[in-house]
Nanobody, 113 residues
Framework: VQLVESGGGLVQPGGSLRLSCAAS????????MSWYRQAPGKERELVAT????????DYADAVKGRFTVSRDNPRNTFYLQMNSLKAEDTAVYYC???????WGRGTQVTVSS
């Protein structure tokens, strides 16, 4: 199993970023997929989940209405569109299947002016 996150960066408050997760080594469409994040000094937390074929999504209260998760099964990729970013969204973002398997390196998102 390999999960490779990309798309992070430095963005000003109110800005947007789109994260991508490229998955391989398993049957992607057989799994719900999730985004997680870990801020400095805090535990990793669940941010968003999308069902196997994208019919159902779920979000942490802190990101509802601002983040949107989507997936492209033929490309074994899923995404996190992040809008109206806040300083408290600063974290390393990870993707994983449900239940989680080995973790990738993540992608750093920094929201700062």
């Amino acid at each position: 199993v390999q999960l490779v996150e990309s798309g992070g960066g430095l963005v000003q408050p109110g800005g947007s970023l789109r994260l991508s997760c490229a998955a391989s080594g398993f049957t992607f469409s057989s799994y719900n997929m999730s985004w997680y994040r870990q801020a400095p000094g805090k535990e990793r937390e669940l941010v968003a989940t999308i069902s196997r074929f994208g019919y159902s999504t779920d979000y942490a209260d802190a990101v509802k209405g601002r983040f949107t998760v989507s997936r492209d099964n033929p490309r074994n990729t899923f995404y996190l569109q992040m809008n109206s970013l806040k300083a408290e969204d600063t974290a390393v973002y990870y993707c994983n299947r449900r239940p989680p398997t080995n973790w990738g390196r993540g992608t750093q998102v920094t929201v700062s002016s």
